[in-house]
C-alpha cells in the first residue's frame, strides 16, 4: 500500500514537474512570438518612400556616378489614393548605397527600394562600361526584386527621370507602362534585371537592352508642346547592344524589329509594306501570332542557322488599290499580300543579322543556339566564336498566312476619269 | 526536406551546370538502399535502435566510439541548421531583428515538442509537411511565367559524368535523414505487415523528396539560367521574389519563408532527438536537463558559427565530409558484420 502511494506521488510531481517545465516553455515561446513579429525590423508603410526609379550618370569626379532616384508621393488632393507626384532626387557618389545614403538625409522618408520599377542607365556610363557594379546592390540588397526593368538612355538617366511629362505621371512609372504594353508592339526588347543577368551569364550572347528618350515636339511625334525647347514625352525605340556592360552601338527601329522576330518575341506587331517599292498596293497589318524555330544545318562540313518563322497577319489596311476587285482577284491580292509582308519581315530580319556582323557581337545569341542544337560542333567553335559570328551562314525560311482582311472584302475607290486622274 | 531545396540547385548546378536538374533523383535514390539495409538489420533486432545493434554486433567499446561520434556530428549539425534559421530570415526579409531571436524562437518550438514526445512531433510534421509543399508547388508554379526560353538545353550536353559527380552532392542530404532513420527504429513497428508499409515508406519518401527537389533545381535552372543559379545563396526565395500577379501580389517569400520556418524546425527536432535517444542509449542521461544541455549546445553552435556564406560552406563541408561518409561506413559495416555473422553462424 506504501510503495502504491509512493510511486502515485512520483508520478505525480514528475507530472507537475512536466506541467511547469511546458508552462514555463509556453510563457516564454508567447514573448517571443509577440516579440518577433517584426517589432524591432517594423516600419510602417507611411514612413516609407516608395522608390520608383533609379538613373546612373557619370559623376564629375573621376570614379562616381550621379545615381538619381525618383520617389513616389501621395499626391495631396488627389482623386483617389493612387494619385502620386513625383520627388527626384540625384546624389554624386562611387557606390549606390553611398547615394542613397547621401538622399536619405535629405528625403522626407525612409526609401523602400522593393517599390522599384526601373533602372535608366545614362548612354555616358553605358558607352563608359561598369555599370554592373551600380547594378550590384539591387541584384544583392534584399528588398529589391530582379522582376525590375532596364533601359539606356539616350543623353542623361537624370534629365528623362526629370521629364515634366504632359501626361503628368512619373517618368519612371511612364516608362514601366510602356514597356509593359510592349506586347502589343514587340518592336523593343523587354529586359528584366533577372534576364540581363541570366544573358550575362551565357558569356557567348551579347546583353541588349532597350532604349528610352525624351522626345521633343516634332521628332516623330507632334503635339502642343509647353515650352518648345523641352519634350513632354517619352518614347522606348531601339535597343543597345552591350558587350559586357559597355554599350557598343545603337539598334536602330528596323534592326531591333529585327532582333525580336528572330528571338521569337514577337506577340502582336504593326506591319506594313508601305516601303517596299516593287508593289503598287500597299497593306498594314498586325500580327496576330508568330513562331521563330531555327535549325542548325549541316552540308558536308559547313554549318549553317536557319531561321524557320511562321507568322498570322490580319490586313488591317489596304493603299492604292485603283479598281474594285471580283473575289478571285481578292485572293490574288491576298497571296502578293503575303509575300509582301514576308519580304518587309525577312529585311528586316536581314537588316539585325547585318548589324550583327558589323559589330562582331552576337546579341542575337546565335552561339545559344548552336550550342542548344548541336553541343558537339559548339565544343569545337566556343572558343573562335568572336572570330566566327561575323561569317556564320543564316538563312531564312518564312512564311506568312493572312488570316482576315477585316470587315471588308475591297476598298473604296474612284470612278474612272475621276478623283487622281 | 527542411533545408535542402535552398542549397540543391546551387550544388548541383555547380557540378552538372544546365543537367544539374538530372542529377537530384539519382543522388537521392543512393539512399534507398542505406534505408533498406536499416531495415533489415531492424528486422533481426527488433525494438533496438542503430547504436544498440553496433553494441552487439561490435561490442560495447566501439559501439561507444560511434555513438560518441554520432552524438558529436548530430549536435553540431543541428546547432548550424539553427544558425540557418536565423542566417536567412536576417539576410532576406527581417535584417534589424536581431539574429539571436530566430535561434531562440526555434530553440524553443524545438524543445517544446522534444520534450512532448515523438507523438506530438510527428503530428507536428504531419500538420506542416503539406504546407511546406504547398508552399513550394506555389511558389513554382506562380514562377513560370519568368521562365526564359531555351534555358535548359542542350540535355545531356556535357555528358553523363557530370550528373554523376553532382549527384554525389546531392546524397549526404539524404544520409541526414538516414541518421535520424537510425536513431527513431525503436518506435518504429515490427510486424511483417508493418514491415513491407516500412520498406515501401522509403522508397516513397526518397522518390517525394527527390521529385519535389529535381522541380526546384529544374525551376531555377530554365528562370535564372546556370550561371545564376550557382551565384544565388538563396535562390528559392530569389524566385518568390519575383512571383508577381497582376500587379497585386507580390513578396510571396515571406509566405514561403514561414513554411520553411517549420519544415527547417522538423528537422532541427530530428536531430534533438537523435542526440537525446543516444545519450540515453549510451549513458542513460534523460530528463529535462539532458533537454537543457541538449538546447544549449545547439544554441552555442549557432552563435559561435559563420554567418552567411561561411554558414552554407560549413554546412556543406560537415554534409559532405563527417555525414556522409560516417553514415554510410557505419552502415554498411554493421549490415556486412550482420551477415557474415549469420553466413558464419556465429551468435
Given at each position: 500500500m506504501d510503495v502504491f502511494s509512493l510511486e502515485e506521488e512520483s508520478g505525480c510531481l514528475m507530472k507537475s514537474s512536466r506541467e511547469k517545465y511546458m508552462a514555463g516553455l509556453m510563457i516564454i515561446c508567447l514573448f517571443i512570438i509577440l516579440s518577433i513579429s517584426g517589432c524591432w525590423g517594423k516600419r510602417e508603410v507611411e514612413d516609407l518612400a516608395p522608390l520608383m526609379g533609379i538613373g546612373f550618370d557619370l559623376g564629375k569626379?573621376?570614379?562616381?556616378y550621379l545615381v538619381t532616384q525618383q520617389y513616389a508621393k501621395t499626391k495631396k488632393g488627389?482623386?483617389?489614393?493612387a494619385e502620386t507626384e513625383e520627388r527626384t532626387l540625384g546624389a554624386e557618389a562611387s557606390s549606390v548605397r553611398e547615394a542613397f545614403d547621401i538622399v536619405s538625409k535629405a528625403a522626407y522618408r525612409t526609401p523602400f527600394m522593393g517599390s522599384l520599377k526601373v533602372i535608366v542607365i545614362g548612354e555616358d556610363v553605358a558607352k563608359a562600361g561598369g555599370f554592373n557594379n551600380m547594378l550590384d546592390f539591387a541584384q544583392r540588397f534584399a528588398e529589391f526584386r530582379r522582376s525590375m526593368y532596364l533601359v539606356i538612355a539616350r543623353g542623361k538617366a537624370e534629365d528623362v527621370l526629370n521629364l515634366k511629362l504632359r501626361s503628368e505621371q512619373l517618368p519612371a512609372l511612364y516608362i514601366r507602362s510602356i514597356i509593359e504594353g510592349g506586347h502589343d508592339l514587340s518592336a523593343f526588347p523587354m529586359v528584366r534585371l533577372g534576364h540581363y543577368l541570366t544573358v550575362l551569364g551565357t558569356k557567348s550572347t551579347a546583353p541588349i537592352l532597350p532604349v528610352v528618350e525624351a522626345v521633343k515636339d516634332g521628332e516623330g511625334i507632334h503635339y502642343k508642346a509647353e515650352k518648345s525647347d523641352e519634350a513632354g514625352e517619352i518614347r522606348v525605340e531601339g535597343a543597345g547592344v552591350l558587350n559586357g556592360d559597355q554599350l557598343v552601338d545603337f539598334l536602330n527601329d528596323e534592326e531591333t524589329k529585327g532582333y525580336m522576330w528572330l528571338e521569337d518575341d514577337v506577340f502582336n506587331r504593326l506591319i506594313?509594306?508601305?516601303?517596299?517599292?516593287?508593289?503598287?498596293v500597299k497593306f498594314s497589318g498586325q500580327v496576330l501570332k508568330s513562331n521563330t524555330r531555327y535549325k542548325v544545318k549541316t552540308d558536308g562540313g559547313n554549318f549553317g542557322l536557319t531561321y524557320q518563322i511562321r507568322t498570322s497577319i490580319a490586313i488591317d489596311e489596304v493603299l492604292g488599290l485603283e479598281r474594285q476587285l471580283s473575289g478571285t482577284d481578292w485572293v490574288e491580292l491576298v497571296k502578293e499580300a503575303e509575300a509582301s509582308f514576308a519580304e518587309v519581315i525577312q529585311k528586316e530580319c536581314e537588316s539585325a543579322i547585318k548589324k550583327q556582323r558589323e559589330l562582331g557581337f552576337d546579341f542575337l545569341g546565335i552561339g545559344r543556339h548552336i550550342e542548344q542544337r548541336n553541343p558537339k560542333y559548339w565544343k569545337n567553335i566556343k572558343e573562335r566564336w568572336k572570330q566566327e559570328v561575323s561569317d556564320f551562314p543564316v538563312s531564312f525560311d518564312i512564311k506568312v498566312t493572312v488570316h482576315n482582311t477585316g470587315m471588308s472584302s475591297s476598298s473604296a475607290t474612284n470612278s474612272e476619269g475621276e478623283g487622281q486622274d | 526536406m527542411g533545408t535542402t531545396f535552398l542549397p540543391i540547385a546551387s550544388l548541383t548546378t555547380g557540378v552538372a551546370d544546365r543537367d544539374g536538374w538530372m542529377s537530384v533523383l539519382p543522388g537521392f535514390a543512393l539512399g534507398i538502399p542505406f534505408g533498406l539495409m536499416i531495415l533489415s538489420l531492424y528486422k533481426k533486432?527488433?525494438?533496438?535502435?542503430l547504436l544498440q545493434m553496433t553494441e552487439i554486433l561490435l561490442g560495447k567499446w566501439v559501439s561507444k566510439i560511434i555513438g560518441v561520434l554520432y552524438i558529436l556530428i548530430v549536435s553540431y549539425f543541428g546547432g548550424l541548421l539553427l544558425g540557418q534559421i536565423g542566417d536567412i530570415y536576417e539576410s532576406s526579409i527581417m535584417p534589424r531583428t536581431p539574429i539571436e531571436m530566430f535561434y531562440l524562437g526555434g530553440l524553443l518550438l524545438v524543445l517544446y515538442l522534444a520534450r512532448s514526445g515523438i507523438e506530438v512531433f510527428t503530428r507536428f510534421t504531419e500538420v506542416v509537411f503539406p504546407l511546406v509543399v504547398i508552399a513550394l508547388v506555389l511558389n513554382i508554379g506562380l514562377s513560370i511565367p519568368r521562365i526564359e526560353q531555351g534555358e535548359l538545353m542542350p540535355i545531356l550536353g556535357q555528358g553523363v559524368a557530370p550528373i554523376i559527380l553532382a549527384g554525389f552532392k546531392v546524397t549526404p542530404f539524404v544520409m541526414e535523414y538516414i541518421l535520424f532513420f537510425a536513431g527513431i527504429l525503436p518506435f518504429l513497428p515490427t510486424d511483417k505487415q508493418e514491415f513491407t508499409r516500412l520498406k515501401k515508406g522509403v522508397w516513397l519518401t526518397v522518390f517525394l523528396v527527390g521529385f519535389v527537389n529535381t522541380l526546384v533545381v529544374l525551376m531555377q535552372i530554365v528562370i535564372f539560367g546556370p550561371s545564376e543559379t550557382v551565384n544565388l545563396v538563396y535562390g528559392l526565395l530569389v524566385l518568390g521574389k519575383m512571383v508577381e500577379v497582376s500587379r497585386t501580389i507580390s513578396g510571396v517569400e515571406s509566405l514561403f519563408l514561414g513554411a520553411w520556418f517549420g519544415a527547417l524546425v522538423i528537422k532541427i527536432c530530428a536531430f534533438f532527438f537523435v542526440v537525446l535517444w543516444s545519450l540515453e542509449s549510451l549513458f542513460r542521461l534523460k530528463g529535462t536537463k539532458s533537454h537543457l544541455v541538449i538546447g544549449m549546445i545547439f544554441m552555442g553552435v549557432a552563435l559561435s558559427n559563420k554567418r552567411g556564406p561561411g554558414l552554407i560552406v560549413e554546412i556543406g563541408l560537415v554534409d559532405n565530409y563527417l555525414i556522409f561518409p560516417f553514415a554510410s561506413l557505419w552502415i554498411l559495416t554493421i549490415w556486412t558484420f550482420s551477415h557474415w555473422k549469420k553466413k558464419a553462424g556465429v551468435s
Open positions: 569626379k573621376p570614379g562616381t488627389g482623386n483617389s489614393g506594313n509594306t508601305v516601303d517596299l517599292k516593287e508593289s503598287t | 533486432y527488433p525494438q533496438k535502435d
